[in-house]
């Protein structure tokens, strides 16, 4: 590497890779970790991670600098994953998993005119493909995103997360990894609920697939009220129980097809974003927050936690310069926008928008993760 790719590698190192982590700065990184040293190797994570560096070098100037070093990297580490996706040997290999869902975390730091590419289908066939386990990171990263874009795509996760996380043993996902499981598991329920929908002509068969789908549903209800976060970190504690009510949320909308102003999603609403409220700006696992955030404050009709939300989202953008966090804020606003016209024909309209539905009509694209 020349002497410009360790600048950028070093902002790689002391800026990218904290932003992405629920580590600090001080702490044990996984990204930095796990990622940095396969970057000496001449292979596409090296210019992958240097990609994301000057994106977020350009971002931090106001999109003013490292233009042909972004587009450099960029096309570098295209063709260099190519190759590697091309070779057997390469192919399934740790550095070219990780390229492909850096790749997918790159969108975090593109602008709306930039097209982004869903890179998770790349990352499942590498994980099917591979005869080992993948590392409980790249496993963690790729299971988290996975269901995060599941919410997004209404439709279940691209691979089956059922193994049994435990906290320690998880780098990524830490205390709210259990939570990810059930989660996962509303996913799922989705494509259910069509097949529920569109099932007229026998009335038998339908009634015993809603008593099912709706059994299912009350188990998962059952787990995330029994369901317990971790007690040893404040701030941990305060993010599980973020992720415990907007999943309450997200199970109530794809089960019963309610929001807010029902009382219940507006109970778990309001716990959520006082549960945010508790972690300061400043801590890494305001990293991934950004799903509860959206989660509860779609669901927010109280104009005081309408503004939590919005200057929570703004001021994550000055701390961390990621593009996607303004488009969450204003695919936000449209929900808000969307359920206020419809309260004027009544609370039953308004409990029936489902944001994201709202963004698909609008042809938004979110990055929850």
Known sequence: MDLEDYQFLHH?????????????????NPFREHLTPMTYENGPLRYTV?????????????????????????????????????NSDKATSDSTLASVLLMQL??????????????LNGAKWIITKRRDSCGRFLESLFRYHDVMSS???????????????TLDADEFLGGIAPLLEIISQISMLQPRKQIIDLETDDLADK????????????????????????VDDPDWLATAEAFRHAAFIYLYRVVYNI????????????????AL?????????????V??????????????????????LQDMFHERKLLSLLRVQRAMEDVWSRKDQEALHGADQVCKVDCIAVLKQKGREVELG
Not at 151 to 165: A, N
Not at 262 to 273: F, I, V, Y
Not at 292 to 308: K, L, N
């Open 291 to 312: 799903w509860p955030i959206f989660t509860a404050g779609c669901e927010s009709i109280d104009p005081w936690d309408r503004a939590f939300c919005r200057q929570r």
């Open 12 to 28: 790689w190192t002391t800026v990218v890779s904290p932003i992405l982590s629920v580590a600090s700065k001080t702490e044990h």
């Open 277 to 289: 409220r508790l972690v300061q700006l400043e801590s890494p696992l305001v990293s991934v927050h």
């Open 151 to 165: 919410i997004t795509r209404g439709d279940t996760p691209l691979l089956e997360h059922k193994d049994d996380l």
């Open 50 to 86: 240097l990609f994301c560096a000057a994106k977020h070098l350009s971002a931090l100037h106001a999109q003013q600098y490292g233009g042909k070093q972004i587009h450099r990297y960029q096309s570098l580490a295209l063709r260099h994953l190519n190759e590697a996706l091309g």
């Open 106 to 119: 790159s969108t975090l730091f593109a602008s709306d005119e930039e097209p982004r590419a869903d890179h």
């Open 259 to 274: 929001g807010a102003p029902h009382p219940l999603t507006l109970e778990h609403a309001r716990s959520c974003l006082d």
């Open 207 to 230: 009634d015993l697939l809603q008593s099912v789908f709706l059994a299912k549903g009350l188990a998962l209800e059952t787990q995330l009220k029994d369901w317990n976060g971790p």
